[in-house]
């Protein structure tokens, strides 16, 4: 199958760093949430590579080192020249007694425990103990990772995650990182909006890894952020277009959303969503994953897969036909914001 491509542009030489319209994201073998075997994680990787997908995001959070691990032996395979590679900084792993392990959602992980650092030297030591478990010379993209307030707790302690990038060296390692051609772009993968505006009121990024906060039961970064990076020609790779599974199973008993159970409100949304997905012949989980590429500051979408079948199914799912009066309808009844751009509304310069 055939994986088309579209462009992240480094701004510093305005260089094109190619992705292709879906990725393949690596949390889910790091053993998030359940076990993962090493056979399965490989041949995720094997059949995401021959679908045509060569764009691969990790980060040493990700089972503390084990998802970037398995992508190291996977990258042997498919050569590190025919594929784009992203990993993140800000989450040094350190050797730990058992008792002090700091799994966080992973399971089954080395024994490491987390430090937090975005400090020049932070960054650096972060990056090398990356390339050395991917076993490459080099990443493609470099983020920061987790500055935001979902994952630091409050917006007190993200707003001096921010100040230590910037006042601690952080930022000034990544673009020494970038300018020498270590890497092609920089940028930032967290669970907000909010701050990717801040970090661009503050430096000059190439492109943010936005889990959710744009989906089908989201368009708040359509007031400003969305249109801040379509300004700025700054590149958004989406994460998590399901809003972490409901958009995927559709409002079922137990259905997640936003990695909690899904609260009435939501459930009677996705309800009515579905139901015109279904007036149209459509899958609910199809609809969610198209409709983040209909924004042209959105380059990629990266669902996840544990398993050769789902990446199959969601290669499958980014191929499916979904006719144009699905999306027209979705914003006649006010399910999605009148402003949000739609797929196949827009022209888009793709290479297969």
């Excluded at 601690?168 to 970038?178: D, S």
Aim: glycine share 10%.
């Amino acid at each position: 199958m055939d994986i088309s491509t579209t462009n992240l542009l480094n701004h510093r030489t305005k260089r094109p760093v190619p992705l292709t319209r879906m990725g393949f994201g690596g949390a889910p073998l790091g053993n998030l949430y359940r076990k993962v075997s090493d056979e399965d994680a490989q041949a995720s990787l094997q059949a995401a590579f021959d679908a045509g997908i060569r764009y691969f995001d990790t980060a040493p959070q990700y089972g503390l080192g084990r998802s970037e691990m398995r992508f190291g032996k996977a990258l042997k395979r498919f050569g590190r020249d025919n594929v784009q590679l992203s990993t993140k900084i800000g989450r040094l792993l350190v050797d730990c007694e058992p008792h002090e392990v700091t799994p966080e959602a992973f399971v089954d992980v080395p024994q490491k425990r987390i430090v937090f650092d975005y400090s020049y030297d932070g960054v650096m030591r972060s990056y090398e103990a990356s390339k050395e478990r991917l076993e490459v010379s080099n990443a493609d993209i470099l983020l920061i990772h987790d500055v935001c307030v979902f994952s630091q707790g409050s917006q007190e302690m993200s707003d001096k995650r921010v100040r230590e990038l910037f006042d601690q060296g952080g930022y000034r390692a990544l673009t020494e990182l970038r300018n020498s051609g270590e890497i092609a772009a920089i940028g930032a993968g967290v669970n907000e909006w909010q701050v990717c505006e801040k970090l661009l009121g503050l430096g000059d990024f190439d492109g943010f890894l936005l889990a959710g906060r744009y989906t089908l039961l989201e368009q708040e970064a359509l007031n400003s952020f969305l249109p801040l990076c379509e300004k700025r020609d700054v590149g958004i790779i989406l994460g998590g277009p399901y809003n972490s599974g409901i958009l995927a199973t559709g409002a079922i008993e137990g259905a997640k959303y936003n990695y909690a159970q899904a609260p009435d409100d939501v459930l009677e949304r996705v309800n009515k969503i579905e139901a015109v997905c279904k007036a149209h012949d459509t899958r609910l989980i199809a609809a969610a994953l198209q409709f983040v590429l209909g924004h042209p500051a959105v380059k990629t979408v990266v669902p996840g897969a544990v398993s050769s079948a789902e990446v199959k199914a969601n290669v499958e799912l980014m191929q499916t036909p979904i006719p144009q009066g699905l999306w027209s309808d979705l914003r006649i009844e006010g399910l999605i914001r009148s402003d949000a751009p739609l797929p196949g509304e827009k022209k888009v310069s793709e290479v297969s």
